[in-house]
């Protein structure tokens, strides 16, 4: 899976840019379009790649046959100008469904779509909360167009690998492909991080330990070229309060109260 997001909507952590991308004699930073195009036409995908853009302000692209490459399902939903791409499993699907009042047909992208619209409107529980409820491997992009936001997440299991990083015109990029990345964001890319979510009005934050902090590690690749940074939760931080998101988003309650 694949999705941009333009720097004017989304604004990915600068930690995430190393001033090394556009540096390098070789592998240079590419701009969406480019990006967009080498997935799409990219040897190793089956001519079944689908791909959607939002004028400039995102571009979301899926390959429906990487469930046959990997041990992970990839899925990909639309509903209401909502749009999902996941990827993994939800053990207790079944469980989810029920308690949202969902169909026993609704898959695991359906449902993320579902929660994401429940935390939007309503919000009862904060976010963190809702993904702590996720048992299984998961990885999921969601992009809200009529809001213009964007909702990602990883769980903590590590078993599914997801990046991100950004693009020549500091657009946001974020895929479970490390060569795209790689191409498309030369050296400024680093993995999502574990337990973390990553909303476009609050920032990242880890789900699993909500009271913390994130802090930006410095990383260094094997050619000792500064590349974008990992992100780790901050054992010694504490978050005291969680505000909520803007009133034009709706958003639910970001993050427990400390």
């Not at 990839?74 to 169909?103: A, I």
């Not at 903590?156 to 950004?166: K, V």
């Not at 946001?172 to 009005?201: N, R, T, Y």
Request: aromatic share 10%; glycine share 6%.
């Amino acid at each position: 899976m694949l999705a941009i997001f333009d720097a004017q909507s989304v604004q990915p952590p600068p930690e995430l840019h190393s001033p090394a991308s556009h540096r390098l004699p070789t592998v240079k930073p590419k701009l969406p379009r480019e990006i967009l195009n080498h997935f799409i036409t990219s040897s190793s995908r089956s001519c079944g790649a689908l791909s959607m853009s939002f004028e400039n302000a995102a571009f979301l692209a899926f390959d429906p046959s990487a469930s046959r490459s990997t041990n992970h399902q990839s899925l990909f939903c639309g509903l209401d100008e909502m749009y999902c791409m996941f990827k993994g499993s939800l053990n207790n699907l079944s469980c989810l469904n029920k308690q949202y009042g969902l169909s026993k047909a609704t898959n695991e992208a359906m449902f993320v779509i579902e929660a994401y619209r429940t935390l939007r409107d309503r919000g009862p529980y904060p976010a963190d909360q809702v993904l702590k409820e996720l048992e299984g491997n998961f990885a999921f992009v969601v992009f809200d167009r009529k809001a213009g936001s964007v909702f990602a997440a990883l769980d903590a299991n590590e078993g599914i690998n997801l990046y991100w990083g950004t693009a020549a015109d500091g657009s946001l990029v974020i895929s479970d492909d490390l060569e795209v990345i790689k191409a498309s964001c030369a050296k400024s890319f680093a993995p999502f991080p574990p337990g973390c979510m990553f909303h476009s009005e609050r920032g990242l934050m880890s789900f699993e330990h909500p009271t913390k902090k994130m802090k930006a590690m410095p990383r260094i690749d094997s050619e000792g070229v500064m590349c974008g940074a990992n992100f780790k939760v901050d054992a010694q931080s504490r978050v005291h309060s969680m505000p909520r998101v803007g009133s034009e988003a709706n958003w639910a309650t970001w993050g427990s109260h400390a």
